[in-house]
C-alpha cells in the first residue's frame, strides 16, 4: 500500500521537516567518527528519505550508497544529488531493514540510520537489522543511529501549520500516536493542503528503550558502544556510535 506522505507527496514531507537542522546532523556524524579514529571513504546510508543528508555526506567527499524503501523519497534524493561533482558521490538503491539487499556494495567504513529509522522496525527484526550492518561494515568501522523518544503509551492528536523555506508549499497536519496493546505504535496522520483533498497516512513504529538498543548492539558483536544525547543542543533523541 503506498504511504501517502513518503510515496505519493515526498515534497510536502520536505516542507514539513523544513526547519530541521541537518548540518548539525552531519557535523554530529563526522565528529562522531573521527573521534573513534574512522576516516571514511565509503558510508551506507539507510533511511535516506529526500537525499537532505545524503547530499551533504557526499558534497563533502564521500562514497554515499543511500537506500530506502520509498520510491517516491527515492526520486526526489536522485534530483537533490544530480549536482554532485568532485570526489564524493551518491549511489541509490531501493531496499531496506532488516535485510537490506545491496549486491556487492561494501563493505563500508561508516554506516548511518538518521531520524528515527530504526524506530519503523518491529521488535523482533531489531536485532536481524543491526546484525545485518554490522556484517556491512569493515573491521573498525561505525554505525550511527538514533533512537526516538516515541511515548510509549500514545498521546493526544497535536496540530502542526506550517509552510516550507520558499513558501510553496503549505499544510496543516493533524497527528496522533496511538498504543496498539503490544507494545508498539499506530502513528496516523491527516494532512490538508491548498492544492488538494486532505489525506491520511498511517505507520507503525516501535518505542524502543534505549537499553534494548544497547543489548541488542551487543549481541549483534559490536565491541564498542556508546549513547549520546542528542544530535546537538534542543535534541531529545538518544544517538548510539557503535565500532565493530
Not at 538518521?114 to 522496525?121: A, E, S, T, Y
Not at 564498542?224 to 546537538?232: F, K, P
Given at each position: 500500500m503506498p504511504d501517502g506522505l513518503y510515496d505519493e507527496r515526498p515534497r510536502l514531507y520536505d516542507a514539513i521537516q523544513s526547519e530541521w537542522d541537518y548540518d548539525r546532523d552531519v557535523a554530529f556524524v563526522r565528529d562522531a567518527l573521527a573521534d573513534r579514529g574512522v576516516d571514511p571513504e565509503r558510508l551506507l546510508e539507510v533511511g535516506c528519505g529526500t537525499g537532505e543528508h545524503t547530499h551533504r555526506l557526499a558534497a563533502g567527499g564521500l562514497d554515499v550508497t543511500a537506500i530506502?524503501?520509498?520510491?517516491?523519497?527515492?526520486?526526489?534524493?536522485?534530483?537533490?544529488?544530480?549536482d554532485l561533482d568532485g570526489d564524493g558521490g551518491a549511489e541509490f538503491r531501493r531496499t531496506g531493514l532488516p535485510d537490506p539487499d545491496l549486491g556487492d556494495a561494501g563493505p563500508f567504513d561508516a554506516a548511518v540510520a538518521?531520524?528515527?529509522?530504526?524506530?519503523?522496525?518491529a521488535p523482533a527484526d531489531l536485532g536481524p537489522a543491526l546484525a545485518a550492518l554490522r556484517d556491512r561494515l569493515r573491521p573498525g568501522g561505525a554505525l550511527v543511529f538514533?533512537?526516538?523518544?516515541?511515548?510509549?503509551?500514545?498521546?493526544?492528536?497535536?496540530?502542526?501549520?506550517?509552510?516550507?523555506a520558499d513558501g510553496a508549499v503549505e499544510y496543516v497536519r493533524v497527528a496522533h500516536h496511538v498504543a496498539t496493546g503490544d507494545g508498539r505504535?499506530?502513528?496516523?496522520?491527516?494532512?490538508?493542503?491548498?492544492?488538494?483533498?486532505?489525506?491520511?497516512?498511517?505507520?507503525r513504529m516501535t518505542p524502543?528503550?534505549?537499553?534494548?538498543?544497547?543489548?541488542a548492539l551487543a549481541a549483534a558483536g559490536f565491541d564498542?558502544?556508546?549513547?549520546?544525547?542528542?544530535?546537538?543542543p534542543a535534541d531529545d533523541r538518544s544517538v548510539f556510535v557503535a565500532v565493530r
Open positions: 530506502d524503501v520509498h520510491e517516491g523519497m527515492l526520486g526526489v534524493a536522485r534530483e537533490k544529488c544530480a538518521i531520524r528515527g529509522v530504526v524506530n519503523h522496525l538514533d533512537n526516538s523518544p516515541l511515548p510509549p503509551e500514545g498521546n493526544r492528536p497535536g496540530l502542526d501549520v506550517g509552510r516550507d505504535l499506530d502513528w496516523r496522520a491527516v494532512t490538508f493542503t491548498p492544492d488538494g483533498d486532505p489525506f491520511v497516512d498511517a505507520r524502543f528503550a534505549d537499553e534494548q538498543i544497547a543489548d564498542e558502544i556508546d549513547t549520546v544525547d542528542g544530535y546537538g
